[in-house]
């Protein structure tokens, strides 16, 4: 591992390119299989943000949203961050009509912006060709990364921006080329407009400024050239501005407070600790690929092998959570102790990195999305083990590496858009027909349904303003928490129920308590359960 960065002049787009293929490659083939999948989760919330900016550029956040699991209907100013890129980033697909191979389209061609410029940025701290190929390959295959990648929330786009912001400071550090540093500011000051946590970037870029890893020496930092800085203060400008332009009186970055909370944080890092285990190659990859030069950190996995040892043969147990948490505190400690202790300047980079999404640990929900925004630093940190390795090594480590994530990746995928479809399906054979025949149809709900119910002709149910007649139809979906309205009409019929199940595997069901989207729901991400994924009931308002 390079205690000193070596900087080196990037070579040509072309030879970028080229470099990259076999990730662009690689992504491609597990992506557009999915290029139809239904909008899902958060999707609808930057779908209709997208829709309220044509009507009003400058008021992204002035439109109401019925959902958040309770039967009430919020200025979405007042009930989420600003964070409107995704919005913005989505016009040209609803002017375009909506459709889901556009959006999905759109988001991949984001992603490959951002393998090359994870590739570049390999190129750029001198790590050499083979880790630059490699990082490309592992950010192509990490789950996280590829499931943001098959929705149209801006997971993807800040998490590309941002490292496209990073390659191109340091770009400018090397070369001085104004327009390196223009580009970069821009990136690095947008990122954070599409994902907040993106802005502790720019503290990335700061480390990666200084010439050596001493960050522990505080006369060091003002030895730093005043010009160096000067990219970081416009880029968290540019961020600053963007959200005082586009907030709403009484809203802006903050989030409203029952949606933060210190007592969120111990159950959001159990499962952020353990996503690094099983939802990224991180933690198995490093210290199996440096196992030979391990030496006291067999202190470190000894918890680990006792605890192994205990669900394996004292107590055994399908419950593997807590070894995989086990496992990834103990890599992530052993990236960031064993830097600052060697002075390792790429490594306390990229290890400061990994964590630019600790800070959600304080929200509602934790959930793996947040790992996205950490890809680059996952491939880099990888790669640079892998070619320490014998060339027979290197490729062995890297191919199952790459496989294992990449299959993980494609059975994620398909769980999720067999979660996603359902929502579209209900809206296709439950609301459309009705609302063709002349029928008012309402509908409450969240997620991907929402946008289909609203597409379809339905009206949201809403206690303070419109609300069903008697006489009248509504369609409610269980995973959405539709049903929270029913006690409003004791008086109605059950007309149908319908049924929609999936292909076994799961990344969302309460009931079992998996979810990728959210560990309020449960902290396993994905799980093989055969059966119902979801339940629509259609019934009809009495007098």
Partial sequence: MPGTINFTACPSLRAVLRTAAPALLLSGLCLIPFLNKAYTIDDPFFLLQARQIL????????????????????????????????GYALTPLMLAGGAEWLGHLQQMLVLWAGILATVSLALRLGLGPRAAVYSGLILASLPPVLLMATTVMPDTLAMSLGTIGVE??????????????????????????????????????ALLMREDGRILDWKSWRRIPLRLWMPLVL???????????????GGGLAPPAWMESLANVPGNLRAYLAYWAILTPLA????????????????????????IAWKVILAPSPAWMPV??????????????????????FQISMGAWLLIGLPTAVHLHMPPKYLAASGPAIALLIAVLAV???????ITAIAVIVSVSAVFSVMLLRADADFANVG????????????????????????????????????????????????????????????????????RTLLERRRFFGRGGRTMSPEHGISFHSNGIGELPYAWIPGELNRYDVWRVEP
């Avoid at 070369?175 to 907040?196: I, N, S, T």
């Avoid at 600053?240 to 332009?245: D, Y």
């Fill in 55 to 86: 009507k009003a550029p400058l008021h992204p956040m002035a439109f109401e949203l019925c959902w958040f699991g309770k039967d009430a209907c919020d200025v979405v100013a007042t009930a989420a961050p600003n964070m409107s890129l995704g």
């Fill in 168 to 205: 191109r400071l340091l770009a400018w550090k090397m070369e001085r080329k104004w327009w390196q540093a223009a580009a970069g500011v821009l990136a690095l000051g947008l990122a954070p407009f599409g994902r907040p946590h993106m802005a502790f970037l720019i503290l990335v870029v």
């Fill in 235 to 249: 880029a968290a400008a540019i961020f600053g501005a963007l959200v005082k332009i586009t907030s709403e009186l």
């Fill in 284 to 307: 198995a990859a490093w210290f199996a690929l440096q196992i030979k030069g391990l030496r006291y950190r067999w202190l470190w996995l000894l918890p680990v092998a006792v605890v």
């Fill in 324 to 345: 995989a948490r086990m496992l990834g505190t103990v890599a992530l400690a052993d990236i960031l102790l064993c830097a600052l202790w060697n002075r390792d300047h």
């Fill in 388 to 394: 320490r390795l014998t060339p027979f090594l290197q």
């Fill in 424 to 491: 579209r399906k209900a809206a296709a054979e439950l609301i459309a027909p009705r609302i063709q025949s002349g029928e008012r149809v309402w509908f409450s709900g969240q997620w991907g349904f929402y946008w289909y119910a609203l597409r379809a002709g339905a009206l949201p149910s809403n206690p303070s303003g419109s609300q069903p007649r008697p006489g009248e139809v509504m369609v409610l979906g269980r995973l959405e928490g539709g049903d929270v309205i029913l006690s409003r009409f004791p008086r």
